[in-house]
């Protein structure tokens, strides 16, 4: 089953399996990006990259620093759904990829957007 961006009520295929969400940190202005993969028990955080540290961006144990990005495998168990808030107030929103293309959310507000294996 694929993985759907769910956004106003509607939804829209991501990805076959595989995606990466990108955002900065408003305060800190600091990039960061996650790797997930949808398995049967649900959306998979197999890896995240981060700038650097700030306000509540603490760097975990046993990341590794590699070309100025701390890398590391998140201990979290899969989850049945990621939810975007879409405050408009963070100037550029999430950044979803997937298959190659990207497609940007939560740049103006909105309800929340939500990332989950596609509905039947």
Avoid: N
């Avoid at 990259?49 to 890398?71: H, K, N, Q, S, Y």
């Avoid at 990207?102 to 909105?110: E, F, T």
């Amino acid at each position: 089953m694929p993985v759907c961006l769910y956004l106003g009520g509607k939804a829209m295929v991501l990805a076959a399996t595989t995606f990466t969400l990108a955002w900065t940190h408003s305060v800190e202005k600091t990039r960061w990006v996650e790797e997930w993969h949808l398995t049967p028990a649900g959306l998979e955080l197999i890896a995240a990259r981060v700038e650097g540290t700030g306000a509540g961006m603490e760097i975990p144990d046993g990341a590794v620093l590699e070309d100025g990005v701390w890398t590391y495998r998140p201990d979290l168990p899969p989850q049945p759904a990621l939810l975007l808030a879409q405050s408009g107030a963070t100037g550029e929103g999430w950044t979803i990829c997937s298959d190659g293309a990207c497609r940007i959310v939560g740049a103006a507000q909105a309800d929340p957007a939500e990332i989950k294996a596609c509905e039947e």
